[in-house]
Structures are given as C-alpha cells and as structure tokens.
C-alpha cells in the first residue's frame, strides 16, 4: 500500500513536469526536464525474470573474497547472521512453526538479490560494488546455500535461470491486468 501511494506521488510529479514545464521555466526560472542519463542513474530496477541485468559476470570465489571483506562483519563468515540477517540455509523450515527466512529458504527470485545487494548493501556503504562484485557476492550466497556450485560464475543468465527452492509456495498475484 505504501509503495502504490509513494508511486501515484512519484507520477503525478513526473506529469506534472511534463506538461508545465516549460510554463514553470520561464514563470520562476528555475527547474528543467531531468535528462534520460539522469533518469538512467535512477532506473536501476531488476525484473524479477531477470530483465535489466548489466552485463559482466562474477564468481563463487571472488564472491567469497568480497563477502569476507565487506559483508562478513555484519552478516557472518558464512552468511549465519549477526548484526545483518542470516543469509544462508532454513530449507524446508518455512512451513513449519520455526521459520528461519533466509535468501534460500524464502526468496523466490534469484534476480532480486543483485537488485537487492547492488541497491542496499553493504549497509554502511550502498550503491558503492561494481556490477562484477555484486554477481560475486550473489554467486557466493547462493553457493552458501547450495544453490550453486563452488565453481560456479554467475552472469544476467545464469542468474536468471536459478531456481529457488521456495519460489512456488508463493501465493501468485491475483490482480486481472497482471500477466501470470
Ligand atoms: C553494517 C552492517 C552490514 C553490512 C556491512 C552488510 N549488511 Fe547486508 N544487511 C544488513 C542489515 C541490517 C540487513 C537488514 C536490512 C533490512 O531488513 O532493512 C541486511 C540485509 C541484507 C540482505 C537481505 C536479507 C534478507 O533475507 O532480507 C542481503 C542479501 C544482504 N544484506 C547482503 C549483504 C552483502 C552481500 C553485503 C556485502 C556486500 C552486506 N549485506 C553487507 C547489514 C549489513
């Protein structure tokens, strides 16, 4: 609910720019249309198939580097939690009175943990990984959860084609105009 109310916001602002702003120009003299690299910048959604991934690539083992380095004071060596969440492991316990939700015991999309990961984290530095180590990083989560191999590399379609464990214990989305 929050998020459709923060979009209807967001688009009313963007029409609003569109059709009086070239009035607004010369009525304050301030303000311009942004550009679409501007814009760019901002775009940075992944589709949960996968769509708008970057090129490049990463590996388990420059993932666990990286993970070492940057996320392991937080999260734990093995991803077990800490100060962040745990990471890693609770398969099949989703169902249960315990759940312990982790990226693969819960999430449903491999996509949205480079999404997640390049947009959020490190928390104390978001936005700052190169595409390179935010698909490291995810390869080394996944791998942590035995959702990849130890030699795996991980690129917009390998990502992609991974399969979480929980992903049909989502209830699917029932709106009409929704494609399913
Ligand atoms: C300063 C502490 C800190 C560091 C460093 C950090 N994280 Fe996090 N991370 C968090 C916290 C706190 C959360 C929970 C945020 C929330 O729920 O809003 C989180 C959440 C996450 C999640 C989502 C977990 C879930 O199931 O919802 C992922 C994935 C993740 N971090 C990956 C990383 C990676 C990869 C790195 C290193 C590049 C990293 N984090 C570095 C604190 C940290």
């Known amino acids: 609910m929050r998020l459709r109310e ?3 916001v967001g688009f009313a602002i963007v029409l609003c720019a569109f059709s009086s702003g070239v009035q607004a120009q ?4 301030i303000g311009r249309p942004a550009t679409a690299t ?3 910048g901002w775009n940075i959604d992944i589709g949960r198939d996968g769509s708008n991934l970057p090129e490049g690539s990463g590996s388990v083992s420059h993932g666990r580097k990286v993970f070492a380095q ?9 991803g ?3 100060l962040g969440d745990r990471l890693a492991g609770g398969q099949g316990t989703i169902g249960t009175p315990k759940p312990i939700r982790t990226v693969g015991s819960y999430w449903p999309y491999a996509p949205t943990l480079f999404d997640y990961i390049r947009r959020a984290m490190p928390q104390n530095a ?3 990984l190169s595409d390179e180590d935010v698909y490291a990083v995810s390869a080394f989560i996944l791998n942590l959860n035995g959702l990849v191999g130890e030699n795996a590399t991980l690129d917009a379609k390998s ?3 991974v ?4 992903r049909d214990s989502f209830v699917g989305d029932a709106r009409p105009d929704v494609k399913r």
């Open 70 to 78: 940057l996320c392991a004071s937080c999260h734990g060596e093995k």
């Open 6 to 8: 923060t979009c209807g």
């Open 38 to 40: 501007e814009i760019a």
């Open 159 to 161: 990502l992609a084609a």
């Open 26 to 29: 010369s009525l304050y003299g």
């Open 126 to 128: 978001p936005q700052s």
């Open 163 to 166: 399969k979480m464990p929980n």
């Open 80 to 82: 077990e939690g800490g």
